[in-house]
């Protein structure tokens, strides 16, 4: 059985950094697209960013375009969220999310990944 668990995120000050982290168990990173999605109370849940198993990253979000990055570490099988530039509206609880597929980004509906990360709350504010 496979695990995702995500950790890095916390509390910090608008315009602050935080990176999340999404380390994988029983499956290997590098041939799963991993997305990222984000739900804030009362909000559906978005995608936020995402890197296809080739390694080409997209920002889903206009939101977040030039801020968010998607990155991946095959030695580690750990997959990140680098999130710049922080915003009180980044406030979320974020979660990964893996599907085994060469197909790119974009085209995936919430109930087709395999597997889900628990979550980890990121809170933006002064």
């Known amino acids: 059985q496979a695990h995702l668990v995500e950790s890095g995120g916390g509390s910090v000050q608008p315009g602050g950094s935080l990176r999340l982290s999404c380390a994988a168990s029983g499956l290997s990173l590098e041939y799963y697209l991993v997305s990222w999605y984000r739900q804030a109370p009362g909000k559906e849940r978005e995608e936020v960013s995402c890197?296809?198993?080739?390694?080409?990253?997209?920002d889903s979000a206009d939101s977040v375009k030039g801020r968010f990055t998607s990155s991946r570490d095959s030695d580690t099988n750990t997959a990140y969220l680098q999130m710049n530039d922080l915003r009180p509206e980044d406030t979320a609880v974020y979660y990964c999310a893996v599907k085994f597929t060469r197909r790119p980004c974009g085209l995936l509906g919430l109930y087709d990944y395999d597997y889900w990360g628990q979550g980890t709350q990121v809170t933006i504010s002064s």
């Open positions: 890197i296809t198993r080739s390694g080409e990253t997209t």
